[in-house]
């Protein structure tokens, strides 16, 4: 089993940032960011394998990154120049065979709101 606790989200205007933070009971070898907007379904962010391999969703690319501190089991979602789009739960996952945004991931956390108002 593996426990995830997200945290970092919030209220920002459009074009600014926040950092989200995701601690782990215990290490695994990928985890990765979701997120899920009212009506919508669920889509991968960005992903991270501890080898340092990542994906992201066209729709972040050049504007999130993922990274992860080993040491403490944490994982991190940096993210610039937001759009009113990118509102919604994000959701912190861990635990893959294939290490994608497409991947099936196996634990979950509780979510944290980010929300970006125009």
């Known amino acids: 089993q593996v426990q995830l606790v997200e945290s970092g989200g919030g209220s920002v205007q459009a074009g600014g940032s926040l950092r989200l933070s995701c601690t782990a009971s215990?290490?695994?070898?990928?985890m990765g960011w979701f997120r899920q907007a009212p009506g919508k379904e669920r889509e991968g962010v960005a992903t991270?394998?501890?080898?340092?391999?990542?994906s992201y969703a066209d729709s972040v690319q050049g504007r999130f990154t993922i990274s992860k501190d080993n040491a403490k089991n944490t994982l991190y979602l940096q993210m610039n120049s937001l759009k009113p789009e990118d509102t919604a739960m994000y959701y912190c996952?861990?635990?893959?065979?294939?290490?994608?945004?497409?991947?099936?991931?196996?634990?979950w956390g509780q979510g944290t709101q980010v929300t970006v108002s125009s």
């Open positions: 996952a861990a635990d893959a065979w294939r290490c994608m945004v497409d991947g099936s991931f196996r634990y």
């Open positions: 991270i394998h501890s080898s340092g391999t990542t």
């Open positions: 215990r290490y695994t070898l990928c």
